[in-house]
């Protein structure tokens, strides 16, 4: 059964560090991984997505990484603003899951000014 | 281009009440997927369909159910609401279709208390 650990579970930071958001997994059996944004009371907002077949993906500020052999993930955001304060998911999707992503439980960011 | 839609975005029932909440995926989706989030349990998938067949389904007892229309528009309903299924449930819709789903697109959800 596939876990996905996140760590730490907060983590606050001054505005302009750099943050680096860990993602683990247990069976490096998936087809994609997935970075999410949720703010409070909102959806989840999509900000990366990254294949199996890839090792990194990168917009803007943000930078994800990918080693299914050691099942991690980290998501770096350069350059932090208070805006980029949310929780961040990380979510993996398995060989046949079919729309069934496996969430991890979250990483909440407070970026102060 | 519109992203996906949720309706309604809160409504409260009572015990015992059925609920019925809506979803509409972005335009030229095709696959839709549920979620439920809850503080304890975090986000845990209800199910998935593509081409109006249900795909996958998780491990939620047989009062959660859904359906998808022609039009790739979706629906879930609860029957029989107990305190417990008081969450934000989220929609979710993807282009891809085939072995995997890809990017998945979430709605703002449906906020449902349970009294």
């Known amino acids: 059964k596939q876990e996905v650990t996140q760590i730490p579970a907060a983590l606050s930071v001054p505005e302009g560090e750099n943050l680096v958001l860990n993602c683990s997994f247990t069976?490096?059996?998936?087809?994609?991984l997935q970075w999410f944004r949720q703010d409070p009371g909102k959806g989840l907002t999509s900000l990366l997505l990254i294949q199996s077949s890839q090792r990194e993906q990168t917009s803007g500020r943000l930078n994800a990484s990918l080693d299914k052999s050691s099942g991690r993930s980290t998501l770096y955001i350069a350059a932090s603003q208070p805006g980029d304060s949310a929780t961040y998911l990380c979510?993996?999707?398995?060989?046949?899951?079919?729309?069934?992503?496996?969430f991890g439980a979250g990483t909440q960011v407070v970026v102060t000014p | 281009k519109a992203g996906v839609t949720q309706t309604p975005r809160y409504l409260i029932k009572t015990r015992g009440q059925q609920v019925t909440l809506s979803c509409s995926p972005i335009?030229?989706?095709?696959?839709v997927s549920w979620y439920q989030q809850t503080p304890g349990q975090g986000l845990q998938f209800l199910f998935e369909?593509?081409?109006?067949?249900?795909?996958n389904k998780g491990n939620f007892p047989g009062r959660f159910s859904g359906r998808q229309f022609s039009n790739s528009r979706s629906e879930m309903n609860v029957s029989t609401l107990e305190l417990g299924d008081s969450a934000l449930y989220l929609c979710?819709?993807?282009?891809?279709?085939?072995?995997?789903?890809?990017?998945?697109?979430f709605g703002e959800g449906s906020r449902l208390t349970v009294l």
């Open positions: 335009s030229g989706h095709r696959s």
């Open positions: 069976d490096s059996a998936i087809y994609n």
């Open positions: 369909y593509f081409s109006e067949t249900q795909r």
């Open positions: 979710a819709s993807s282009l891809l279709g085939t072995e995997n789903t890809g990017e998945l697109f």
């Open positions: 979510a993996v999707e398995g060989a046949d899951s079919w729309g069934k992503l496996q």
